[in-house]
């Protein structure tokens, strides 16, 4: 079956996955980590596109992204992986592709989905096992929206700066987010969405971006199709 076309909308966010081919490691050093960040801050600036939340994995990568037009963050993503894949295979030594095909993306729903798509990105690493603290894992965003850590690449959203009126109660009320962590069916809804390429969203939400295009942008449902003439049995 052909891959339904990547949804992009200009300014409605984007949470964006892209894993290492067969699952490997694409950073092998805090050096590779480093490197990406600033090509990622470069790709995003170039391309007018707002990064609002990452994760930087071993052997894959979260971002939470604004693009202020349809092709930004595709331009974005083009630009990162041809700079950091010739830097990769000539560090390493290696050839071929770094990356498990295109990159997968999904669009959220801004009011209501972007601060539990932020912390469903930045609590990959304590669910990982890697760390029992978001605070403790360097390589996300949360430090810069749980106590004002200072990023270049990244953009708060408005949802974010709407939660207090000064910086100091942003964090703390941001931080008492993270005591109820992403669970269950709404965890199953976010990895499903990005995946299969459809829209984190309400159904109300998820009917308007039909609408507005003429394309599926929920799972299809299971069953088999009708017959014709099967309207004149029911």
């Known amino acids: 079956m052909a891959r339904l076309p990547r949804i992009s909308i ?3 966010p984007q949470h964006i996955i892209q894993r290492g081919n067969n699952r490997q490691a694409c950073f092998a050093s805090n050096n590779d980590l ?6 990622l801050r470069e790709a995003a600036a170039a391309n007018g596109v707002s990064i609002h939340a ?11 992204a604004t693009p202020q037009e349809t092709a ?3 331009k974005m993503m083009q630009t990162l992986g041809r700079h950091y894949v010739r830097y990769f295979n000539d560090c390493y030594q290696r050839t071929g592709t770094l990356w498990e095909g295109r990159y997968k993306s999904c669009l959220v729903q801004s009011e209501t989905y972007v601060l539990t798509c932020a912390n469903y990105i930045e609590l990959n690493p304590v669910r990982a096992g890697m760390v029992n ?10 430090a810069c929206h749980a106590f004002g850590k200072p990023a270049r690449m990244w953009t708060p959203h408005d949802v974010y700066l709407g939660l207090a009126q000064d910086a100091a109660g942003r964090q703390r009320n941001y931080r008492e ?5 992403v669970g269950g069916r709404l965890l199953d809804e976010i990895r499903d969405s990005a995946n299969k390429g459809m829209v984190m969203g309400t159904e109300p ?5 039909e609408l507005q295009l003429k394309r599926r942008v929920r ?3 299971m069953g088999r199709p009708r017959k014709r003439g099967a309207e004149s049995l029911l």
Not at 34 to 39: I, Q, R
Not at 54 to 64: A, I, P, Y
Not at 133 to 142: G, K, M, N, T
């Open 133 to 142: 603290d978001p605070a403790d894992y360097p390589w996300s965003s949360y």
């Open 205 to 209: 939400f998820k009917g308007e971006i």
């Open 177 to 181: 987010l993270f005591r109820q962590t």
């Open 219 to 221: 799972p299809a449902k």
């Open 72 to 74: 930004s963050i595709a």
């Open 34 to 39: 480093s490197a990406y960040a600033e090509w």
């Open 10 to 12: 200009a300014n409605i």
């Open 54 to 64: 990452w994760v930087f994995m071993t052997n894959h990568v979260h971002l939470l």
